[in-house]
């Protein structure tokens, strides 16, 4: 009896040890958007930023944030031009972790900086988009999933590849605006993943609420000033909903910051009050 328990107990462990493992790859986690480093890239772009709104007119890009009042200091522009030609403006609007945001960015206007001095052309809104994802997946270390220059954007001046072995957490916008008010625009996921055209896209706290009162309220032909005050009101009900205000949050800590852009005026900004009643 003791012989067959001892043979019983040595055949457990035989399988155990040979059996196929219960951890899986990276890159198999990532396959199925399960991967816990990409999964907390993606909160981080969704808590680490106040609400925005990023959408389009019939003539510009509006970018509509809602920013705590700090005295004295203004808040910094949403929208970031990265390029720029006499018929098309590229510009991006980030959420998420600031530093890997203001790197990003920076790598995108020096890729489309390249692309000018190599042919004489500015990018293109999916150009610039598939570029920030070759970043992103390059920065997690997938080399072979790069084929093209958007890499060398990422060596430093002894030639040498950035890469930290992590995603960035950063849910960015890639818009380009042209001469006759036509815009475009691209998502672009810490994973990687790139969207298709978008209208308008929420970032930030508050994102899901948000996107739903967006396409319950978005028209293709909204004018701009319209789309500013459903923009606010649609912040106003998110600031309540993620208890930024009431309680002891306080209307007057907050201001509500639209920025337009468009090729004739560049970036022209406005600052909304956040006590406005909603319509």
Same mark, same amino acid.
């Given at each position: =009896?003791?012989?067959?328990?001892?043979?019983?107990?040595?055949?457990?462990?035989?399988?155990?040890?040979?059996?196929?493992?219960? /951890?899986?790859?990276?890159?198999? &986690?990532?396959?199925?958007?399960?991967?816990?480093?990409?999964?907390?890239?993606? =909160?981080? *772009?969704?808590?680490?930023?106040?609400? $925005?709104?990023?959408?389009?007119?019939?003539?510009?890009?509006?970018?509509? $944030?809602?920013? +705590?009042?700090?005295?004295? @200091?203004?808040?910094?522009?949403?929208?970031?031009?990265?390029?720029?030609?006499?018929?098309?403006?590229?510009?991006?609007?980030? !959420?998420? &972790?600031?530093?890997?945001?203001?790197?990003?960015?920076?790598?995108?206007?020096?890729?489309? =900086?390249?692309?000018?001095?190599? /042919?004489?052309?500015?990018?293109?809104?999916?150009? @610039?988009?598939?570029?920030?994802?070759?970043? =992103?997946?390059?920065?997690?270390? /997938?080399?072979?999933?790069?084929?093209?220059? !958007?890499?060398?954007?990422?060596?430093?001046?002894?030639?040498?590849?950035?890469?930290?072995?992590?995603?960035?957490?950063?849910?960015?916008? @890639?818009? *380009?605006?042209?001469?006759?008010?036509?815009?475009?625009?691209?998502?672009?996921?810490?994973?990687?993943?790139?969207?298709?055209?978008?209208?308008?896209?929420? &970032?930030?706290?508050?994102?899901?609420?948000?996107?739903?009162?967006?396409?319950?309220?978005?028209?293709?032909? #909204?004018? $701009?000033?319209?789309?500013?005050?459903?923009?606010?009101? #649609?912040?106003?009900?998110?600031?309540?909903?993620?208890?930024?205000?009431?309680?002891?949050?306080?209307?007057?800590? /907050?201001?509500?910051?639209?920025? @337009?852009?468009?090729?004739?005026?560049?970036?022209?900004?406005?600052?909304?009050?956040?006590? +406005?009643?909603?319509?």
């Amino acid at each position: =009896m003791r012989d067959t328990f001892v043979i019983i107990f040595i055949s457990i462990i035989i399988k155990t040890v040979f059996s196929e493992s219960v /951890y899986r790859t990276l890159t198999d &986690l990532d396959r199925y958007g399960s991967c816990p480093q990409i999964n907390n890239a993606l =909160m981080a *772009s969704n808590i680490h930023s106040m609400p $925005t709104i990023v959408s389009a007119s019939r003539s510009s890009l509006v970018v509509v $944030t809602l920013e +705590r009042k700090h005295a004295g @200091v203004l808040p910094r522009k949403r929208c970031q031009i990265i390029g720029k030609s006499d018929d098309q403006i590229i510009a991006t609007v980030a !959420s998420g &972790l600031s530093g890997d945001a203001a790197f990003l960015t920076k790598a995108l206007r020096k890729d489309v =900086m390249n692309i000018w001095e190599r /042919y004489d052309s500015i990018a293109d809104c999916r150009r @610039v988009a598939f570029t920030a994802s070759r970043i =992103m997946l390059t920065f997690m270390k /997938y080399d072979d999933e790069v084929s093209d220059g !958007s890499r060398d954007v990422l060596l430093d001046d002894s030639g040498e590849r950035l890469s930290i072995g992590r995603p960035l957490g950063v849910k960015l916008v @890639v818009a *380009s605006v042209n001469a006759s008010g036509h815009v475009q625009m691209r998502l672009i996921e810490p994973s990687g993943v790139v969207s298709d055209e978008i209208v308008g896209r929420v &970032l930030g706290r508050g994102f899901k609420k948000g996107n739903d009162l967006l396409r319950t309220k978005w028209r293709q032909d #909204i004018d $701009t000033s319209e789309l500013i005050d459903v923009c606010a009101n #649609i912040l106003r009900e998110i600031a309540a909903s993620e208890y930024l205000v009431g309680g002891n949050g306080k209307e007057s800590n /907050y201001c509500i910051t639209a920025e @337009v852009l468009d090729c004739e005026n560049g970036i022209t900004v406005q600052r909304i009050p956040f006590s +406005r009643e909603i319509e």
